[in-house]
């Protein structure tokens, strides 16, 4: 089974403070993405990689950065995190099998800013 | 105009009905289909891809119609533990080959 893990299931963190968000998958996936997830808004790509050291914007990437510097490993930050930055965050990985890409998803890390 | 289009619902219906949902999507140059389900409070999770002759598992059946650029989720037999958000993803929405989620589509069964 894929699994796909996120370091923390619930943070809660003050304006302006850094903040680092981790995931891993043990399925040797090339690709990895962070969305954030919104009531009304759906998930939203914030970045994506296919590559270690290689990464893109999505489509909300303001307000945040994000490493892959093993493959198996990607990370989100948020340079200092604001009220509007308050969100579910989810990760996932992928691979391309018979032309089908099949995306697999972290439990998910719920990030209150005070 | 959003890529990825989901009535989001809720369908409200009784155990053992029949239920459809529709999606569309606006990218006819799109490559690949998914349904997604979300329960309350955890991650999405595949729940099968859509395939261009149509495909059927248990009580679940989707379709393609790329003529008219929809996709379609049909649940036979609605169970109480069908309640749940069912996301429709597309790849190759937006232009490039990475998945657009809709906003996904509630789905309530109630007794």
């Known amino acids: 089974d894929v699994k796909v893990t996120q370091s923390s299931r619930y943070l809660v963190k003050r304006t302006g403070e850094k903040v680092f968000l981790e995931c891993v998958q043990d399925?040797?996936?090339?690709?990895m993405f962070w969305y954030r997830q919104d009531p009304g808004l759906g998930l939203r790509l914030i970045y994506f990689s296919y590559d270690v050291k290689m990464k893109e914007k999505g489509d909300i990437p303001e307000g945040y950065s994000v490493s892959r510097e093993k493959k198996e490993r990607f990370s989100l930050i948020l340079e200092s995190a604001s009220t509007n930055q308050t969100s579910m965050y989810l990760c996932?990985?992928?691979?391309?099998?018979?032309?089908?890409?099949?995306?697999?998803f972290g439990p998910g890390t719920r990030l209150l800013v005070l | 105009r959003k890529e990825v289009e989901q009535d989001p619902g809720p369908f409200n219906v009784p155990e053992g009905a029949t239920v459809a949902f529709n999606c569309t999507y606006s990218n006819s140059a799109s490559q690949s289909f998914f349904w997604y389900r979300q329960d309350c409070r955890k991650e999405p999770k595949l729940l099968m891809s859509v395939y261009s002759s149509g495909n059927e598992d248990g009580r679940f059946t989707a379709q393609l119609n790329r003529a008219s650029q929809y996709i379609s989720l049909l649940i036979r037999d609605s169970k109480l533990s069908d309640s749940a958000t069912y996301l429709c993803?597309?790849?190759?929405?937006?232009?490039?080959?990475?998945?657009?989620f809709g906003r996904g589509t509630s789905l309530i069964v109630h007794p």
């Open positions: 993803v597309v790849l190759g929405a937006g232009g490039s080959y990475i998945p657009t």
């Open positions: 996932a990985s992928s691979f391309l099998k018979g032309g089908q890409e099949t995306q697999y």
């Open positions: 399925m040797d996936h090339e690709n």
